[in-house]
C-alpha cells in the first residue's frame, strides 16, 4: 500500500498500521464534515402487529434537498431510498419503535482538501430501537440560550446538515450545565427561532403560533403535521410569524415538536412558569391526537403512515 499513505497512524492511545484503523460505519456520522441526514421513526401497532413509518416520502424529499444544497450527487432516486428503507425495517425484523437514519457524505474523502470532497457519495441507511416519550408525562424547563441559532448567512439552517449540529449542542450544554432540561435559541436579530433539534410552538390568546421557516429553523415535518392537525382537528387557528422572547414568557402554553421530540411540553422558561404550569390542554391534545396517527390508530391523516409489512412477513414466512 506504500506509496497511497502513510505507513503507521496513531489511534486511541497507540500507533497502528494505517489498513488496521477501521471505525464501523455507522461511526462515520459525527465525524464526517459535509454530511448530511435525515430522522425518522417508525411507531409499533401492537394491535395490528405492524410498523408505521411517518412521512417515510417528505423525509426522502427532504434527504435530496439537503444532498443538494452541500453539492452531493444525487445518485439515488427517493423511491428506491423508500424501497431500501423498507426492505431493512422487514429484514432486521423491527417490532418496535424504531428510529431510521439515512446518512449521505463524502466519500473517500482522506487526504483531501475540504474544498474537494463533495463530489464522491457514500451513503448509510441504519436503523435503532427508539421508543416514544408521548405518554411519559415529561415537560421541560428550558433557558433562552445565550448562543444564538446559525442564520442563512452563515449555514444552511432548513437541512439536517451535520455541521449545523455543533450550534445546537453548545446551546443544549450550556442549558444542562445552567441545571435546564433544555434551550430555545433566538435568531440574530433576536426573534425565537428554535429549540436544538425541534421546532418551536405556542399558544396565546387562541392561537397556535410559530416561527416562520425564514427565521432560521430547520424545515421540520412535523410542525407542518402539528400545525395542520391544530388546525383541521382542534380548530386551532395556526399563525407563522416571528415570536419576541417574552411574549413566551406570556403564552398560555409552550412545546416542542420534531422527529425526536415528538411533541415535548415546555412548563418553564428562564424560571417564568409558562401558563398553569402543567402540561396545557391543547399541548395534551395535540399529543394524543399525534400518538394515535403514528401508530395508526387514527383514521384521518393515514396517508402520512407507510405500513413497512413486518405482519406479511410473519405470515408469509
Ligand atoms: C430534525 C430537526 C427538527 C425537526 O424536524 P422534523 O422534520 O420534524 O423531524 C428541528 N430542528 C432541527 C435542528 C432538526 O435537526
Request: net charge negative; charged share 25%.
Amino acid at each position: 500500500m506504500a506509496g497511497s499513505h502513510p505507513t503507521y497512524l496513531w489511534w486511541n492511545g497507540r500507533q497502528m498500521p494505517w489498513e488496521e484503523a477501521t471505525v464501523h460505519v455507522t461511526d462515520l456520522a459525527w465525524s464526517t464534515v459535509g454530511a448530511v441526514f435525515e430522522g425518522i421513526r417508525g411507531y409499533w401497532n401492537e394491535d395490528s402487529q405492524e410498523l408505521y413509518v411517518f412521512r417515510l416520502r417528505e423525509h426522502m424529499d427532504r434527504l435530496i434537498d439537503s444532498m443538494k444544497l452541500v453539492r452531493l450527487p444525487a445518485e439515488y432516486s427517493v423511491d428506491e431510498l423508500i424501497d431500501a428503507s423498507l426492505t431493512l425495517l422487514r429484514d432486521n425484523d423491527a417490532r418496535e419503535d424504531t428510529y431510521i437514519r439515512p446518512l449521505a457524505y463524502s466519500a473517500g474523502s482522506s487526504g483531501k482538501r475540504l474544498s474537494d470532497t463533495a463530489a464522491s457519495l457514500g451513503m448509510l441507511i441504519n436503523t435503532n430501537p427508539m421508543p416514544s416519550q408521548l405518554d411519559s408525562g415529561r415537560a421541560f424547563k428550558v433557558k433562552v440560550s445565550s448562543w444564538t441559532r446559525i442564520s442563512d448567512t452563515v449555514m444552511p439552517p432548513r437541512i439536517k446538515n451535520i455541521s449545523n449540529y455543533r450550534n445546537g449542542q453548545l446551546a443544549s450544554m450550556e442549558a444542562q450545565a445552567d441545571g435546564y432540561d433544555g434551550a430555545l435559541l433566538l435568531s440574530p436579530q433576536g426573534k425565537v427561532s428554535e429549540a436544538p433539534g425541534a421546532c418551536v410552538m405556542m399558544v396565546r390568546k387562541g392561537q397556535l403560533i410559530t416561527p416562520p421557516t425564514t427565521d432560521g429553523i430547520l424545515e421540520s415535518i412535523t410542525r407542518d403535521a402539528v400545525m395542520t392537525m391544530a388546525r383541521e382537528s382542534l380548530g386551532l387557528p395556526v399563525v407563522e410569524r416571528s415570536i419576541d422572547r417574552t411574549e413566551l414568557y406570556l403564552a398560555d402554553e409552550v412545546f416542542l415538536c420534531g422527529t425526536a421530540f415528538e411533541i415535548t411540553p415546555v412548563v418553564e422558561i428562564d424560571r417564568y412558569t409558562v401558563g398553569s404550569g402543567e402540561i396545557g390542554e391543547a399541548t395534551g391534545r395535540l399529543q394524543r391526537l399525534y400518538e394515535d396517527v403514528l401508530r395508526g390508530k387514527e383514521e384521518r391523516y393515514a396517508s402520512w403512515r407507510t405500513p413497512v409489512g413486518v405482519a406479511a412477513t410473519v405470515a408469509a414466512g
